[in-house]
């Protein structure tokens, strides 16, 4: 017999309910929130969130893997401190890497794939006049993925990504006309990709 939302043996809710616990403590943490260097306990979390432990521990290991959580064992957990040397260090390493990827992406982008680009940057523009960072944040992400997609480089696209969730992504967009530099930017690299200047780019 095929299994139905209501069939008590599926462990939807369960899943559910870690995903539920994971991003609303990933969005805490990235606001600021909770504060780095902050100890986490999971009976504590579980209280709160009024759940059993099980989701509170699946969305902790969830962070630790994201580099925004560190175990100290027995349960507990620690909020990742970032600093200026932190940030600095992984935008030199997505500077190289994405330097990289980028060469590779350009001879492989058609007009399918820079038609997407722009339009994504269509919408970034519109998130940045309406002053929503999460939108634009979210943009940027998927229009970057273009770019890795394209490129075809799956072992640096991993290293990428995990830089991407090693640091809280709305940081930079915090500083004031962030989002208005970030969209000009994004226009000349796309300007670059269409005339399939890869260094420029």
């Not at 999971?42 to 969830?62: C, H, M, N, W, Y």
């Not at 030199?92 to 940057?121: S, T």
């Not at 480089?153 to 830089?163: D, G, N």
């Amino acid at each position: 017999m095929p299994r139905t939302q209501t069939d008590p043996f599926a462990p939807v809710r369960r899943r559910s309910m870690e995903e539920e616990v994971y991003i609303r403590m990933r969005e805490a943490i990235l606001r600021g929130d909770i504060a780095g260097g902050e100890r986490l306990v999971q009976e504590d979390l579980a209280k709160r969130f009024g759940t059993s432990r099980i989701p509170v521990r699946d969305a902790l290991r969830r962070l630790e893997a994201d580099g925004l959580v560190e175990t100290e064992g027995r349960g507990a957990y620690r909020v990742s401190s970032f600093g200026v040397d932190d940030v600095k260090e992984i935008y030199a390493l997505r500077e190289l890497l994405e330097g990289h990827m980028v060469a590779q992406a350009c001879p492989q982008l058609g007009d399918e794939e820079l038609d997407e680009l722009e339009q994504l940057q269509q919408d970034m523009d519109q998130a940045a006049d309406d002053g929503d960072s999460a939108a634009y944040v979210a943009l940027n992400q998927r229009f970057h993925r273009v770019l890795y997609d394209a490129a075809n480089q799956p072992r640096t696209q991993k290293i990428v990504l995990t830089l991407w969730q090693g640091v809280p992504p709305l940081t930079p967009i915090t500083i004031e006309n962030r989002m208005a530099e970030s969209s000009q930017e994004h226009w000349a690299i796309v300007r670059a990709l269409r005339a399939g200047d890869a260094a420029a780019a």
